[in-house]
């Protein structure tokens, strides 16, 4: 690979050391047909050296048997190689791809921009901190521009670049870029994302992707030579954007090798956990005290968002999957209904009232999407009644479920404030969900069964005994 560093030659050890606590960037693309996508991407991985000298021999040689791009070597053969793959009918929801350089790593969703692949940006989008929507300067601002931002806005990405493309073709005009820019507002205004860039580049020549390019001299944001598309990847600051403050981790299995060792193990959402933390389990309420954060690689002194560990406690209290661990002090809403923001992922529509599952945060409840408030259209961004919903198609929906569960805001912890809708008897994903509000004070969407006391003591002692079975609690279902 043409990847250059010295250290590799000089001190291999330093080099893998250094790599790994690099710090990484998900971020998406987001373009129409030929806006110029694929291009951009084998611009980055070219120009930042992550090609291997035979690929780059392959795609030259094919450039001139089968390029768009004259003399120059045509980028995008590198990312539709990938693409070969789709057509030979391997489904690919999202094609994910590594890069990295001297200060990052990233890691690229790219996803198709139609609009049949909504489903497919929104899973792209999910786990990403930066979107890139890419314009082509010729056509300017587009209904796909429109609806690339508001998924990239709705799933929270807090950083956005729209990257104008091809400024070859419009002589580098800045009057054409500053033009784009002042249409783009209007949709800015819009959106919650409270950081949007805006980079004049050519995918095609390399300008202003990983080069500064001397066409684009008048590109400069205050005062300065303004940054290159690879700069604001790599400086763009997405640590701030994680919750640090609200402790939230929820149970995904109760660990219990044997009688000496019980351990409670997920991903930590929010938040960060050190031994002595004072928690509390919800929704049952039992307070404890963390003991030890165990992991692979020994025990952690601190864990942050997004690991994945295994927690013991210094009292035993009854936990079972779906709990949550949090601060002892904190506030969380219990609730049996919330409004939610709701893209449809199949073929079946939704239809309000129909029983299915809701996956929240590790825990299965029973409910239902009670009634569609209002749907999205997501290429003029206006609401409009609904009955039902059809694949693609977004909607702020009011659900209801038959169990009080503690529940999130996405936009205060995406990882509990979100869930996905399952059919209940296929088991398949129908939906995906990100939490609005908590509706609070309302009882069940369906009665409380009234269980007999043998019944409720068996199932006590069942999750007391046997947590590795995963009984429910039976007091918290229909
Ligand atoms: N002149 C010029 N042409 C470009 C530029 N970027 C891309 N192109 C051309 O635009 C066409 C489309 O580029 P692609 O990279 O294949 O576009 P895409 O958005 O990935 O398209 P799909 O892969 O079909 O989704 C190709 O002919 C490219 O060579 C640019 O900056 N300037």
Redesign the pocket.
Known sequence: MSHQSTLIADNIEQYLHEHENKDLLRFITC??????????I?RLLHDSKMIFDDQLAAITRDSKKV???GE?V???LL??GL?SEREQGITIDVAYRFFSTDRRKFIIADT??HEQYTRNMATGASTASLAII?VDARHGVQTQTRRHSFIADLLGIQHLVVAV?????VDYSRERFDEIVEEYQAIAEKLQARDIRFVP?????G?NVVNRSEALGWYRVGGQPGPTLLELLESVEVSRDRNLTDLRLPVQVVNRPNLDFRGYAGTLEAGVLRPGQAVKVLPSGSRSTVERIVTWDGDLEEAWPGQAITVTLSDEIDISRGDWIVAADAEVAMSHAFEADIVWMHEKPLEPGRQVDIRLAGRSVAGQVEEILYQVDVNTLERHPAEGLALNAIARCRVGLTAEVPLDEYAKSPGTGSFIVIDRLTNVTLGAGMIRAVVEGESPSATEVDWAGFELELNALVRRYFPHWEAKDIRKLL
């Open positions: 373009g129409s047909v030929d806006d110029g996508k694929s291009t951009l084998g390029g768009t791009t120059e045509d980028l995008a990312v539709d693409q198709p921009g890419l493309n091809k400024m070859d073709l580049l050519s995918a095609l020549k300008d």
